[in-house]
Structures are given as C-alpha cells and as structure tokens.
C-alpha cells in the first residue's frame, strides 16, 4: 500500500473510518501564525479557516468551540448560551490532555476525550472549511455539514470581530 504523503492522524482515521470526503492541505506551520498564516499559505479566505478551541466552565469542564479564523469567540455570550459564570481558554496542558492533540495542531475529530462541540452557526453556511487535520501545518478540506455526522455539535452565536493587534 502507498504511504499517504499527509499524517494519518486519529483525525483522519475517524473520517477514513466513517467514509468523509476530505482534501489535505499541507503548509509551513509557523509558531503564531494562526489562521491567518495557514490561510495565506493555503491562498483560501481566512473565514473558512475554522479555529479549533478548547475552553472551560468555571466548573473546569472542557469543551470546544469551532470559530471562523477572521474572528473570535465573545467568551460572555458563550457562557449565557451555555447557561454557566463565565468560560476561558484551557490552557495547553489541559487541551493537550483531553485532546491527545498538540495546540496548533488541535482537531475536533478524533480527540481522545468526548467533549461537547459549540459550533458558530455561520460556518455551516460555507460551500468547504478548513479545520485541523490533528497536526501543526495539517489542514483538512470538508463540507461543513459533515461536522454534524461526526460530532454532536451544538450550534451558537458567538462570534464577534477579531481585535487587530
């Protein structure tokens, strides 16, 4: 059999095992590139790059969230949809630990916990994202109406504008 020239990740082996149509997109990951690295690179709209953020609840349970590149989440409106104080980033031990994922290369598929999945709804609404494909430098290409037969997302409506630096 020929060696696939991308990771096999736990991330492509649950869309292999559950028959997704995906496209790999590799590119030179760069330490705080983000979003707007992997979409320059990728040469695709920053929007359809979708971030993959692990957050907790005041109470310490994690979830993600799945967020446009050309945005952030509003963490206040994200815990009043979720009906808890308050909701901040895990740090990267955290994510890491209930991922199996390194951040940067953070995938909702295949995470070694089951957590839940906010998704903003805009993003179901783009003809293809670009998500972590469970590898620095490792984008995967789906529709994003795959998202809802491989993880029990949640759609919400946090997303507000990317403050420039």
Excluded: W
């Amino acid at each position: 059999m020929e060696k696939p020239d991308y990771p096999v990740t736990p991330a492509v082996r649950l869309l292999r095992g559950k028959n997704v149509d995906f496209a790999p997109r590799l590119y030179a990951y760069e330490d705080h590139g983000g979003t707007t690295r992997a979409a320059a690179e990728l040469n695709v709209p920053e929007h359809a790059v979708i971030k993959t953020l692990v957050m907790e609840t005041e109470q310490k349970k994690s979830l993600i969230v799945l967020m446009h590149g050309d945005r952030e989440v509003s963490t206040k409106q994200l815990a009043r949809a979720l009906g808890v104080k308050t909701v901040s980033p895990c740090d990267a031990a955290t994510a890491q630990r209930h991922t199996g994922y390194m951040v940067g290369g953070i995938s909702p598929f295949g995470t070694r916990a089951k957590l839940p999945v906010y998704v903003e709804r805009t993003i179901l609404a783009l003809p293809e994202i670009y998500i972590n494909g469970g590898k620095r430098g490792f984008l995967i290409a789906i529709n994003p109406h795959d998202l809802r037969s491989l993880l029990a997302v949640t759609e919400v409506d946090v997303a507000i504008a990317r403050e420039l630096n």
